[in-house]
């Protein structure tokens, strides 16, 4: 049996769509356009109540949201894959810190840059939380490129963090392109190059990062 991703191109179902093709997992993309609002119809609001992607159908049925999460759950589900440093380990806490780190201190800026106006009225104040989103979002992204060990983010390899990472440095309108071109995060965007150029993976970005 299949996993079912539900996702736009571009979104955090990148993260999702390249863990299960590195990982070889069968899978089926269903997608959901974040430009027609379909992530708010009651079809997409039965699988997800919170209205966000991706979310990940697994083979029994249980649906998994939050791309981390989902991360995770696939280095689980496919241990001979290598996805993460083994148990118990340094590494594996490194694993963790960061993981989690770029969940919580990154992804929820990236909705605040791109939508500001949910979050404030229209007009000067939106672009002004906007601006603090960026910025907060460049600071978090110079604390992780100074933790990258190179040529991968851990030491012990490529990793679940690789792919999660190099997600980030695509969303450049979040960030802001002319910050991207003056080269703050040179690792991260090696890290990239290199997430892109893996066998499995590369028709994966080419769909969602290839304009």
Known sequence: MA????????????????????AGAPYEFHFVSLEKNEQKKPEFLAINPSGKMPALRLPEGEVITESSAILLTVADHFPNARLLPPQAGAARAQAYRWLAFMASEIYPMVEVSDYPERFAPEGAEAEALRQKARERIRERLVIVERFVAGPWFLTSGFSILDIYASMFTRWRGSIGKEWLAEGHIPKLEAISKGVSQRSAIAPVWARHFTR
């Open 3 to 22: 996993y079912t991703i539900f996702g736009d191109k571009g979104s955090g179902a990148f993260s999702a769509e390249a863990v299960l093709a590195e």
